[in-house]
C-alpha cells in the first residue's frame, strides 16, 4: 500500500498555508511532520484526511478502492471524548460506528497503561490521561493510516515512549503514520517533512501602524 | 447507526444534556398565560391550541443549538464525519434521538398542560397527536439551522431567526388541525395530512442539507 502525495498546496482564507508539497510512503512508514508554529503541519494532515478542500495537488492511497478518508486515523488537538459518559462507553461507541473492530477495549486501555479506568467518566481523568485514552481510539478500529497531530502533548516521558512502541507496533504490521511533531518519537527509520521549507512563495504583507 | 443512536440519548439524559429544558420552559409558558387572559375559561380553552403549539415550537428551539457545535467543540465532527457514512444519515439520527429525548417530552406533558388551559379531551388528544406528528419537523429544520451555526460561538438566537419563518407553516396547520378537531364544520384531516406530507418532507431536505453543510465545514 502506498499514499502519494504531489504538489499540494492549501488555502485558508485568503491566505496560502503552504505550497508544494509532495512525498511518498509505503507500507510501514512513518512521515515526521516538523516546523516552525503556523508553519501547516496540522493543516497538512486535515488536507490527508479531507477536512479541509480548499487545497490543490493529489493525494492517492494504492492498494484499495476507499477514499483514503474512510481509511485513515485522525488524532487531531482535542481529544474527542464525552466527559460524562465512561471511558469504556466513549471507546465502544467509536469502535462501534467506525467499523472493522481491532483490540478488545481492555486490551487498549492495557496498551496505553490505563487498565482499570474503563468505568470512570471521561471527564474525571487528568489531561495526559485523556490523551492516552484518545490514543487508545486509535486502537479499538483498524486503519491503515494513522494522521496524528502533537500525539504525544500532555504525555509524560514514560508515556511518550509507551506511544512510541503503539505506533512501531502499526508500522510493523504494515500500517503508514504521518505524525505533525516537535518530538523525535524515537522511530529511526521515519522521513522528515519539514514544513517551512513549503511556505507559500507570496506571504501576505503585513500591516503597519502609521 | 444504532451505537450513535443510543449514544445521542444517554447524553441527552447525563446532567448538561437539557432533556428536562425544553418541557420547563413549555411549562413556564403555559402556566403563566391563564394568569395573563384572566378568569375566562371559554377564552382560554378557545386560545389553547394556539398557546400549546406556540409554546412547544419555541420550547423545541432551545436545544437546537447545541445539536452540532458540542460535537465540533471537542473534535468528534470530524471523525463522525469522516467515516463510511453519508452525512444526511448523520443528521438524521442524530436529529431523530434529539427529537425523542427533547420533542417526545414535549407531547408526553400536553395531557397536563391542556389541563391548565381548560382544553376538551378531545383537544388534548388531538394536540398531543398534531405535536407528535408536527414537531419532528421542527427538529429537521432545525438541524439545518445548528448546522449553518456551528462554528458560531452563541449562535442560538441566529439559528432561531433562522429558522423561526420556516416554522410558521407547522405551527398554522398543527393549530388549524386541532381547531379541525374540537370545531365542527372544520376539517381535521387535511390540515393533519399537510402537517404529516411537512415532516416527511423536511427529514428528508433537512438531513441532506445540513449533511451537506456539514461537510463543508471541516474547514
Not at chain 1, 42 to 67: M, N
Request: net charge negative; charged share 15%.
Amino acid at each position: 500500500m502506498n499514499l502519494t502525495a504531489e504538489n499540494l498546496s492549501a488555502i485558508r482564507g485568503e491566505q496560502t498555508i503552504f505550497s508544494n508539497v509532495s512525498f511518498s510512503l509505503k507500507s510501514g512508514d512513518l512521515l515526521l511532520v516538523t516546523g516552525t508554529n503556523g508553519s501547516g503541519k496540522s493543516t497538512l494532515l486535515r488536507v490527508i484526511a479531507g477536512l479541509l478542500h480548499t487545497f490543490s495537488g493529489k493525494i492517492e492511497l494504492s492498494g484499495d478502492d476507499q477514499p483514503i478518508q474512510h481509511q485513515c486515523h485522525y488524532l487531531g488537538h482535542q481529544n474527542v471524548l464525552k466527559p460524562t459518559m465512561s471511558v469504556e462507553e466513549n471507546l465502544d461507541f467509536w469502535r462501534k460506528y467506525c467499523g472493522s473492530p481491532d483490540d478488545e477495549i481492555e486490551i487498549a486501555l492495557e496498551k496505553v497503561g490505563l487498565a482499570g479506568v474503563q468505568d470512570i467518566p471521561a471527564g474525571y481523568l487528568s489531561a495526559g490521561q485523556k490523551r492516552r485514552i484518545a490514543i487508545a481510539r486509535l486502537l479499538v478500529t483498524k486503519r491503515t493510516l494513522w494522521l496524528v497531530d502533537e500525539p504525544t502533548a500532555a504525555l509524560d516521558a514514560k508515556s511518550e515512549k509507551m506511544f512510541a512502541d503503539i505506533l512501531q507496533t502499526h508500522l510493523e504490521k504494515g500500517g503508514i503514520a504521518i505524525a505533525a511533531t516537535h518530538q523525535p518519537l524515537g522511530i529511526k527509520t521515519a522521513q522528515k517533512l519539514d514544513m517551512d521549507a513549503h511556505q507559500a512563495d507570496f506571504p501576505l504583507e503585513k500591516g503597519e501602524f502609521l | 447507526m444504532m451505537a450513535l443512536f443510543l449514544r445521542e440519548l444517554k447524553l441527552s439524559a447525563s446532567v448538561g444534556g437539557g432533556i428536562l429544558t425544553g418541557v420547563l420552559f413549555f411549562l413556564a409558558i403555559v402556566a403563566v398565560m391563564p394568569f395573563a387572559i384572566g378568569p375566562d375559561l371559554k377564552l382560554l380553552a378557545r386560545i389553547g391550541p394556539a398557546v400549546l403549539w406556540t409554546g412547544a415550537l419555541l420550547a423545541s428551539l432551545l436545544g437546537l443549538d447545541r445539536l452540532f457545535q458540542q460535537e465540533r467543540e471537542d473534535g468528534s465532527l470530524d471523525i463522525l464525519l469522516m467515516q463510511d457514512i453519508p452525512p444526511a444519515l448523520l443528521v438524521f439520527i442524530k436529529a431523530l434521538a434529539h427529537w425523542i429525548a427533547n420533542g417526545l417530552p414535549l407531547v408526553l406533558a400536553v395531557p397536563v398542560f391542556g389541563l391548565i388551559l381548560n382544553m376538551s379531551p378531545i383537544g388534548i388528544g388531538a394536540s398531543m397527536l398534531t405535536l407528535a406528528v408536527g414537531t419532528p419537523a421542527i427538529t429537521f429544520i432545525g438541524a439545518v439551522g445548528a448546522a449553518v451555526t456551528v462554528s458560531l460561538p452563541r449562535g442560538g438566537l441566529l439559528l432561531s431567526i433562522l429558522i423561526l419563518p420556516l416554522t410558521v407553516p407547522i405551527l398554522i396547520f398543527g393549530v388549524t388541525a386541532i381547531y379541525g378537531a374540537v370545531e365542527d364544520p372544520a376539517p381535521f384531516l387535511p390540515p393533519f395530512l399537510i402537517l404529516c406530507a411537512l415532516t416527511l418532507f423536511f427529514s428528508v431536505l433537512g438531513s441532506l442539507a445540513a449533511g451537506w453543510v456539514l461537510k463543508q465545514s471541516t474547514d
